[in-house]
């Protein structure tokens, strides 16, 4: 039971690598391919990485603590890197894709303006 379990952990964390890949290829500007780059690559590291855990808390009998360490840290940092790394391209001056709709961080930024 716990092969099955572990196995789809790997084949739903390969699934989002894979599908991260391939948003980070055709997406057409930065904040979408970002988006694409942080959350399903996070989603698919953490699960190989939880499948990883359960295959040696329940086959080799070891409880590593690296490995919940390095989830947790995968979980923390990979959408916060993404959000600074996207609000440095907005400061920067990078522009959105020209079907974009609207740009709700640049209406933030401009009721701030006016408040001070």
Do not use: Q
Not at 83 to 94: D, L
């Amino acid at each position: 039971m716990i092969e099955i379990i572990i196995s789809l952990l790997l084949i739903i964390g390969t699934f989002f690598i894979l599908s991260s890949s391939i948003g980070v290829l055709r997406f057409p500007d930065v904040y979408t391919r970002l988006h694409a780059a942080t959350k399903s690559a996070t989603l698919g590291v953490a699960s190989i990485m939880i499948a990883a855990f359960l295959f040696m808390l329940f086959d080799a009998n070891i409880v590593s603590g690296k490995l919940i360490l390095g989830i947790l840290f995968v979980l923390l940092t990979s959408p916060v890197s993404g959000h600074m790394i996207s609000r440095a391209a907005h400061h920067s001056g990078v522009k959105l894709w020209e079907k974009s709709i609207k740009d709700d961080y640049e209406t933030k930024l401009e009721s701030i303006k006016k408040k001070t």
